[in-house]
């Protein structure tokens, strides 16, 4: 079947010349004259790509995108626009376009934009076609844990175990990997689930701070200390108190704790007064607490006191098999958010997720999910939607076992990362293109004259000897392309015979 493409602009000589393009490429072209008109037709055709003017009578080519966002949503949408401003390629994008052109374009940029679209568009119907989607235990849902692997089992399974208790757990594992999330799970099965559960982060709150934060204080214990206050572990009497990044305590405090865990009670700072507390310890951390034992920075008894349950978190690198799962969980938790339509991940993408080394584990990997189905065109994330510096950095190794990689990004293709920066000059030239300079920018209240002496300084100091001839070229193709490719109109535009006008498009090798 022929790719199908929907030209909605109220200038006939746009459609007309579109309609050459493309058709001319083997695509079936589709016309309306106005956004309305545009809306039904897609509805009806569900075409592959549609091609929109911005500056329509009418509702407007922004205003049209946002409807078909709901008329025919698989469509991969470009806004034509002549004024390259940047609001409008961000409102583009954000209303779900595929791609944005600045106007006047070349035939070949066209088609190499709908080729892009009709790429795209064939990626997420196949990705539609995928396998459906693994199943995540409901029950891993609620707990908002989710692992298949053995490593993470063998997690789940000791949390299972100590939640009856009343033990200390330490919980260790690198950034990101779910310690929280375990010291909450453990809250949530004990039978203190009813008491209080109160998290303190020890490497975040000032060292003069921590024991009047853990312990509270008496009044007048130091300056500023207009009342006497209680501290955490006093609030979470019958509770849990999770102690983070418990590697990052100075030794005194060090020694409070463990007081507080061997002996059920605690001195409020200033205060010399004993006071029973009934609180089970939680405790996690990143660093290498043996190390830290083995320098002096970490007591030895605080230490086995804290680790008499201990459960090792694995890196996600070595638990990869969870990664497909932990997405879809991921995904599912954002599908209350409206702005978000992206709910799977493209085969390819996915492969790309496994195989990176996630050094930030399950935190970096919510941060590259929420980026890309932020970004996400339709209800599928492509490879296309991640960071560039993320394709870079898996790119070859899983790439290569696919020989044409549906959803590899096209090195030109303009992402929503670059909408920022719609410019015509971004692009590599070509040997006979003429760059111009930050400096010289042409602007639309130049004279004539002004203008024509950039252009020429410009043509004169790379192609020195055909000045002429690039001027005249150039002029010859917008003609041509004004007209859609009318040769009678072209001449007469240009003041020259219609033979003169063959003679000038063979001399140039000009292509229409
Ligand atoms: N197994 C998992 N299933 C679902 N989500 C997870 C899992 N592990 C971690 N997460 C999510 O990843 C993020 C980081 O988890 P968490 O805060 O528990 O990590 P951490 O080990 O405490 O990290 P840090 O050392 O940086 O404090 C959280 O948003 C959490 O919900
Ligand atoms: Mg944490």
Not at 93 to 113: E, V
Not at 378 to 406: H, Y
């Amino acid at each position: 079947m022929k790719p199908t493409v929907l030209v909605i602009d109220d200038e006939s000589e746009i459609r007309y010349s579109l309609n050459r393009v493309l058709s001319s490429k083997g695509y079936e072209v589709l016309f309306a004259a106005s956004g309305e008109e545009g809306i039904e037709e897609a509805e009806k055709h569900k075409p592959h790509v549609i091609l929109l003017d911005n500056r329509m009578g009418g509702i407007s080519g922004i205003e049209t995108l946002q409807h078909l966002r709901t008329a025919s949503s698989a469509s991969m949408s470009v806004l034509m626009t002549a004024y390259g401003t940047t609001q409008t390629a961000i409102e583009a994008m954000k209303f779900g376009a595929f791609d944005y052109i600045i106007k006047p374009f070349s035939p070949q940029k066209i088609i190499q934009i709908v080729e892009n679209a009709v790429r795209a568009h064939d990626d997420l119907e196949e990705a539609g076609d995928d396998e459906p989607a693994r199943k995540v235990d409901p029950a891993d849902l609620k707990e908002g844990i989710v692992g298949q692997s053995e490593a993470m089992q063998e997690v789940f399974k000791m949390v299972g175990q100590v939640a009856a208790s009343d033990a200390t757990v330490l919980v260790t594992g690198e950034s990101g990997t779910g310690k929280e999330l375990v010291a909450r799970a453990i809250y949530r099965h004990s039978h203190r689930s009813e008491g209080s559960f109160l998290a303190v982060n020890c490497a975040a709150i000032p060292e003069n701070l921590i024991e009047s934060e853990l312990f509270g204080h008496e009044k007048g214990a130091f300056t500023g200390a207009t009342n006497s206050r209680q501290g955490k572990f006093e609030l979470c009497d019958g509770g849990t108190i999770f102690l983070d990044e418990i590697g990052d305590m100075t030794l005194s405090t060090q020694t409070k704790i463990l007081r507080a865990i061997q002996e059920g009670e605690i001195q409020r700072v200033g205060g010399n007064k004993n006071i029973k507390v009934d609180v089970r310890v939680v405790a996690a951390t990143h660093k290498d607490l043996d190390s830290m034992m083995k320098e002096g920075d970490f007591r030895e008894d605080l230490y086995y006191r804290l680790s008499v349950v201990r459960i090792q978190l694995p890196a996600l690198r070595e638990r990869s098999e969870d990664i497909p799962d932990l997405v879809e969980f991921m995904l599912r938790k954002l599908s209350s958010d409206e702005t978000v339509k992206a709910h799977k991940v493209s085969s390819e993408a996915m492969a790309r997720l496994v195989a990176y080394p996630w050094p930030g584990n399950v935190r970096e990997l919510e941060n590259l999910i929420y980026r890309s189905a932020v970004v996400a065109k339709g209800d599928t994330i492509l490879v296309k939607d991640f960071p560039r510096e993320f394709v870079e950095g898996t790119g070859n190794s899983v790439g290569s076992q696919d020989p044409e990689p549906v959803d590899d990004p096209e090195p030109e293709a303009p992402s929503a990362t670059q909408v920022e920066e719609p410019s015509s000059t971004s692009s590599e030239p070509t040997k006979d293109e003429v760059v111009l300079g930050d400096s010289d920018t042409l602007s639309q209240s130049m004279s004539l004259d002004e203008a024509f002496d950039i252009v020429y300084a410009k043509i004169r100091e790379s192609m020195p000897d055909t000045v002429l001839g690039t001027m005249e070229k150039e002029m010859v193709q917008r003609a041509l392309r004004e007209t859609g490719g009318n040769q009678v109109k072209a001449s007469s535009l240009l003041g020259i015979t219609r033979a003169t006008l063959r003679k000038r498009i063979d001399q140039y090798s000009i292509r229409f």
